[in-house]
């Protein structure tokens, strides 16, 4: 089955204990990217990759890390967390210029 | 920044109404598409249009796009109860693959 998977489902941690989000998908897409989503604020995208070690900063990539070391895998890193990254993230993947597939998402709560 | 802005923020009908929501972007574009999320959950792709389409169907689904005035609608026809959800339109310009996203539209419907 075509997906994104997103581990893990939910998180809490607490401020300055790094922490790392997986991000895979099973479509041998190019494009990958990681979004947060705040009320009233939408999708706010962090990070996005074309390509194998390929990747750029999105709208609010502050205080997040990605590496993009093989095509399937795209890992979000806070290296440092703060309350201020309390948020529901997603992963998406897609071929360049199509659709984006969506993982279920991360809420993560950071005390 | 948010290049798509769904308006209106919020809506309520009747079961069996049409809804219709708009997107306004800021910035010449490549492709549009529209995105449902229900509660929580990850989005998932309704319908791309691309810059030189100006309708295009899909089941209930009508999305129009004008490019003279940076809009697009989506017009969804004989709502259900299961379309309540949020509706987002993203965009991308030309050269550049990243999705931008709107702020969304609730949509509830009332059975």
């Known amino acids: 089955e075509a997906q994104v998977t997103q581990n893990p489902r939910y998180l809490i941690t607490v401020t300055g204990k790094k922490l790392t989000v997986t991000c895979s998908q099973n479509?041998?897409?190019?494009?990958m990217s990681w979004y947060r989503q705040d009320p009233g604020l939408g999708l706010r995208q962090i990070y996005y990759?074309?390509?194998?070690?390929?990747?750029d900063k999105g709208d609010v990539p502050e205080g997040y890390k990605v590496s993009r070391k093989e095509k399937r895998n795209f890992p979000l890193i806070l290296e440092s967390p703060s309350p201020n990254q309390t948020s529901l993230y997603f992963c998406a993947s897609s071929r360049l210029g199509e659709k984006l597939f969506f993982g279920s998402g991360t809420q993560l709560s950071v005390l | 920044s948010q290049q798509g802005e769904e308006d209106p923020q919020a809506l309520s009908i009747q079961e069996g109404e049409n809804a219709t929501m708009n997107c306004s972007y800021k910035t010449s574009i490549n492709n549009l598409q529209w995105y449902r999320q229900n509660s929580g959950r990850g989005l998932v792709h309704l319908i791309l249009i691309r810059s030189n389409e100006r309708e295009k169907h899909s089941g209930r689904l009508r999305v129009t796009l004008d490019t003279s005035k940076k809009s697009s609608s989506l017009l969804i026809t004989a709502s259900r109860a299961a379309d309540t959800a949020s509706y987002f339109c993203a965009t991308d310009q030309w050269g550049n693959e990243k999705l931008t996203f709107g702020t969304g539209t609730r949509l509830t419907i009332i059975p």
């Open positions: 990759s074309m390509n194998v070690e390929v990747t």
């Open positions: 479509m041998n897409h190019e494009y």
